[in-house]
C-alpha cells in the first residue's frame, strides 16, 4: 500500500510552494512524522513530514519546482523495509551500522546552519567544516558562505577563482523584492527624523536590569521600551495606526505591532498582538519566541499576519541612520538605530550623551506632516523620560 506525501495547506493568501531539500532518497526507510521534504513559502520555511512508516517509493517533485496546495510531493511503500539514510540529521538512535571514520569526524564538527544556508552550501560544493559560522550558537550563514566562495584557495591563484557567481533567489527574498517595490510604487513614501537622549532608559536599564531578568526569567531590552511608546504615540495619532482599503481610510482601534527580525532567509516581520495589553516583560517574552521562531525557520502564517504597524531595529546591525520602507498595507513604520554618545547642547552647556536618531517612514496619502512629526515627538517624550510609559503620557 501506497502513502501519498501531500502539499498541507500553507497559511492564509498561500497557495504555493518552492520545494527546498528533500531529507531522504528513493529506497530509503522514513517513520511516520519523520520530516521528508523541506517546503519555502513566500513568508516560512516548513517541512511535510512522513504520513506513515516504510520506505520511499517516487519523489515525484525535484528540489526547485514549485507546487500548489495539495498537490503530490512523492509516495511511500507503507510497512516496506527501507535503507537507512543520513541526510536528515534526527535525536533518534544511531543505526547499527557506524558511519566511516572520516564522514562522522566531519560530520561532528561540522557547524549548524539553517535551510537557507544548506541548500547554498550544495550549491557551491564547500565543505560545511571548512567555515567559521558567525550566526547564532556558531550557525553557518549565507554571508559566511559567500566569503568562503570569494576567498581563493591557497592553492589557487587569483586569476582562476570565479568572477561572479550564479544563486537562485529564494522564494522569499522574491517577494520580499516585490512588496518593497509595490510599497514604494504605491504609497506615498515620506520619512520624518528625532532623536533621542537615550540616558534615562539606559540608567533605567543599569539599575533594574538584573532583578528584572530574575523576576521575569527574560532580559531587560530597550525595544519593549520603544513598541510601548509607540503604542503610546499611536493612541494619539490614530492615522499611524490606519490603512487604505479602496476609497476608505480603516482606523484600527487594535495594536498589533510587527517587529522586523533578520533572518539567513530575509527578513521577516512577525507580529506582538496586543501590545497595548502586555507588560515590559510580556512583551519582550514575545518578541523573543517569534525572533527564535524565525531563526529556525518555522513561524506560522499566523505569526506575521495583521499587524497593524510595524518597529525595525536597524541599530543591531551598526546603522546610525535610515529610512525604513513601510510594510503594506501598513502606513507607518518606526527605524530604531544606533546608540552613540555625541556632543549636544543642553541648557546652554555641551555634554556628551548617548543620542539615538529615530526615524518614521509614513505614507503622506493618510498622514500628514503635523501628525508624523508629532508620533515622533510622543515617542521621543516616552523614552527621554520612562515614567510617562508607566503613567500613560
Partial sequence: MAGEIIVP???????????AKWFKKIGDSVKADEPLVELETDKVTMEVNAPASGALKSIDVAEGKTVAVGA????????AAGTVSAAKPSAAAPSSSAPAPAAASQ?????????????????TGIPASSIEGT??????????????????????????APKEERVKMSKLRQVIAKRLKDSQNTAAILTTFNEIDMSNVIALRAEYKDAFEKKHGVRMGFMSLFVKAAVNALKEIPAVNAEIQGDELVYKNHYDIGVAVGTEQGLVVPVVRNADQLSLAEIEKEIGRLAEKARLGTLAMSD?????????????????MSTPIINPP???ILGMHKTEE????????????????????YDHRIIDGKESVTFLVKVKEAIE?????LLGL
Wanted: hydrophobic share 35%; net charge positive.
Fill in 304 to 320: 506575521l499576519s495583521g499587524g497593524t504597524f510595524t518597529v525595525s531595529n536597524g541599530g543591531v546591525y551598526g546603522s546610525l
Fill in 107 to 123: 560530520s561532528a564538527s561540522a557547524p549548524q546552519s539553517g535551510p537557507a544556508a544548506r541548500k547554498m552550501l550544495e550549491e
Fill in 342 to 361: 555625541r556632543p549636544i547642547a543642553v541648557k546652554g552647556q555641551v555634554v556628551i550623551r548617548p543620542m539615538m536618531y529615530v526615524a518614521l517612514s
Fill in 330 to 332: 501598513q502606513s507607518g
Fill in 385 to 389: 523620560d520612562p515614567r510617562r510609559l
Fill in 9 to 19: 495547506s500553507l497559511g492564509e493568501s498561500v497557495s504555493e510552494a518552492t520545494v
Fill in 72 to 79: 503530490l510531493l512523492g509516495k511511500i511503500e507503507v510497512g
Fill in 135 to 160: 550566526g547564532k550558537d556558531g550557525r553557518i550563514t549565507k554571508g559566511d558562505i559567500i566569503n568562503a566562495a570569494s576567498a581563493p584557495a591557497a592553492s589557487q591563484s587569483v586569476s582562476s
